[in-house]
């Protein structure tokens, strides 16, 4: 219930195309959905959120797909770039206590040139 | 923008010894702070959470004795490795938030911990 399921675990994308991450959760309570990106030996920085009652959020290049009815949400980087390359993860909390966060596994996203 | 700070951002310790690690929060004040464990190409596992002016809440299967959390102030949590081990050795992250729903979460740049 309170896990938060990402894919693919690894992505290779060319240069200037679209690399997309999934994610699906259980638990109907989850209320807050951001990205985090994440550099190796850095802590992860907050790319975009999105909360439920909307189904798209754009942010220059980063979009979230949101379909709650699905209970899935996915990450869209347009024209993606080398600098791009990061592991990304989602991640979940509940209305009342957002700053908790629930983790999927995470995606390695390699852009090669 | 909210920054997190947190040292060292690397340490080697021998087995046995202490390792205490400083969490801060340069720009807000936060009651509450979270304190993360990642393993190499691993997801963020949440140790605990860090309240301020009282005891820290553990995830299960985290041994409180062996990780001592303390936010004395509304700007700094630490994180006590007790006894540290090898399998100790690993990266950990804390994190902390502005006042405010959806206020979104900030991480430090975490602390390499190698015990050797």
């Known amino acids: 219930q309170q896990q938060v399921k990402q894919s693919p675990q690894s992505l290779i994308v060319q240069k200037g195309g679209i690399s997309i991450i999934n994610c699906a959760y259980e638990n109907t309570a989850f209320d807050y959905f951001p990205w985090y990106q994440q550099f190796p030996g850095k802590g992860p920085a907050l790319l975009i959120a999105i909360r439920p009652d909307v189904s798209e959020k754009k942010e220059g290049r980063f979009t979230i797909s949101f379909n709650k009815s699905a209970k899935q949400f996915s990450l869209h980087i347009m024209d993606s770039q080398p600098g791009d390359s990061a592991t990304y993860f989602c991640?979940?909390?509940?209305?009342?206590?957002?700053?908790?966060?629930?983790f999927g596994t995470g995606t390695r996203l390699q852009v090669f040139p | 923008g909210a920054v997190v700070s947190q040292h060292p951002s690397r340490v080697i310790c021998k087995s046995g010894t202490s390792v205490k690690i400083e969490c801060r929060s340069l720009?807000?004040?936060?009651?509450?702070m979270f304190w993360y464990r990642q393993f190499p190409k691993q997801s963020l596992m949440l140790m605990a959470t860090s309240n301020e002016g009282s005891k820290a809440t553990y995830e299960q299967g985290v041994e409180k004795d062996k990780f001592l959390i303390n936010h004395a102030s509304l700007t700094l949590s630490t994180l006590t490795v007790t006894s540290a081990h090898p399998e100790d050795s690993s990266f950990y992250i804390c994190s902390a938030s502005p006042a405010g729903e959806y206020s979104p979460l900030h991480f430090g740049n975490g602390t390499r911990l190698t015990v050797t």
């Open positions: 991640a979940a909390s509940y209305r009342y206590n957002t700053d908790k966060l629930i």
């Open positions: 720009d807000f004040q936060a009651t509450t």
